[in-house]
């Protein structure tokens, strides 16, 4: 029998749990202060207009449905990007983040076999699983700090600067999965600079633009990457911003060196979707691109998102408060400086163990919290049963 996966495999021994008052800060979702992911409103109204005014199921193009990559680029980029006035970026819909970040992965292993692809330590944990099943060897660069709980900047530009030319690098956009530890403005730049001296392909996966500090602020950091004639990979996912879990809505955007070097990708982009799933579900894109290009929805969809940022920003500054309140060791500020859903809190696998068997609280492995399914009812339980197994 195959393990179980590090985070789906915890969620499903919290379902079987039958303590009612069991806690799950597991698996990356939004919950609101009664434990529940909504469906956005914004959501719901357009949906009520595709209902309304679709007239056929048929198939989508390979790269999806062209109102889709006409409304996600210029999320991505914002509408005066030179990417865009080049027209040297493409993007196709893909089935979530995830799928996403396997079709870059069967890209660069076709294109590109010999390959290695660097994700940071830790990084999520699907990240090794997608690109090894891709058939690409992924290596591990220095991210996280255990003494600051912040970035481990020196030592990762150290191993930076020896990873060989023509090999790609995996770089979080914003609300870095599990740490929410994000480089600054100014390390990015850094970044950006080295990877592009030694030609390292970045690929950036964004799975949480809008999450952090807002929708534009979160993309001045990875754009940094995006220099004229320079290539990279964008893996975007909309499970998140717009609470789409289970609609499976991504995007693959790929920037070339100019137009036609694009269309030329695009096209190889195109044979890898069609060798694993022909082309994407339509609903999810469907409804990303009617928020994004009326100009009302997306207003309301603006505001929603930011309910939810703020909720999480103060789940933060409550929970670091209530572990201080506790008594629990050492400096729990560092959590209000993290951002998105995600703490890397410190608690070894020991500790994580004991919180499930003796509390029924359920945290992955290495110590990974999700902030958003933290509540003003939770909280205090929780940093209890903290202060206990520490």
């Not at 020196?154 to 690098?169: Q, R, S, T, Y």
Request: charged share 20%.
């Amino acid at each position: 029998m195959a393990p179980a996966d590090p985070i789906m495999g915890v969620a499903a021994d919290f379902n079987r749990d039958p303590n009612p008052n069991k806690i799950n800060l597991s698996s990356g979702i939004f919950k609101d202060e009664n434990d529940n992911t909504p469906i956005l409103q914004s959501v719901k109204e357009a949906e009520s207009r595709i209902l309304q005014n679709e007239t056929t199921k048929a198939y989508s193009g390979i790269e999806g449905f062209p109102a889709f990559a006409e409304a996600v680029l210029p999320f991505i980029f914002g509408k005066e990007h030179e990417v865009l006035s080049s027209q040297r970026a493409v993007t196709a819909h893909a089935p979530g983040g995830s799928g996403a970040l396997r079709v870059v992965g069967d890209f660069v292993h076709k294109t590109s076999p010999g390959t290695t692809v660097w994700v940071s330590d830790p990084t999520w944990s699907n990240h090794i699983q997608i690109f090894n099943a891709a058939g690409l060897k992924v290596e591990k660069y220095p991210y996280f700090d255990v003494q600051s709980n912040g970035l481990a900047f020196e030592k990762m530009m150290a191993v930076l600067k020896n990873i060989p030319a023509g090999d790609a690098i995996i770089l979080h956009g914003c609300c870095h999965n599990p740490t929410g530890v994000d480089p600054s403005l100014e390390q990015w730049k850094q970044i950006a600079d080295l990877v592009h001296a030694r030609d390292i392909l970045p690929i950036i996966d964004f799975a949480y633009q809008g999450f952090g500090t807002g929708i534009r602020e979160d993309a001045i950091g990875p754009l940094e990457l995006i220099r004229p004639e320079k290539e990279a990979l964008i893996c975007g996912s909309f499970s998140k911003n717009f609470a789409l879990y289970n609609e499976r809505t991504g995007s693959v955007t790929a920037v070339a060196r100019d137009q036609q070097t694009a269309d030329v990708v695009m096209s190889q982009l195109k044979v890898v979707i069609r060798s694993i799933y022909s082309c994407p579900p339509a609903h999810g894109g469907i409804i990303v691109s009617t928020i994004l290009n009326d100009p009302d929805l997306r207003k309301q969809w603006e505001a929603e998102l930011k309910q939810m940022r703020d909720r999480i920003n103060a789940m933060r500054h409550l929970l670091a408060e209530t572990m201080t309140a506790k008594g629990i060791p050492g400096d729990s500020s560092f959590i209000t400086q993290q951002k998105g859903m995600f703490s890397f809190s410190g608690l070894t696998p020991t500790q994580v163990q004991r919180l499930r068997d003796e509390y029924s609280i359920y945290i992955i492995g290495n110590g990974r919290i999700n902030v958003a399914a933290v509540t003003p009812s939770n909280v205090i339980p929780l940093c209890d049963a903290i202060a206990a197994v520490i």
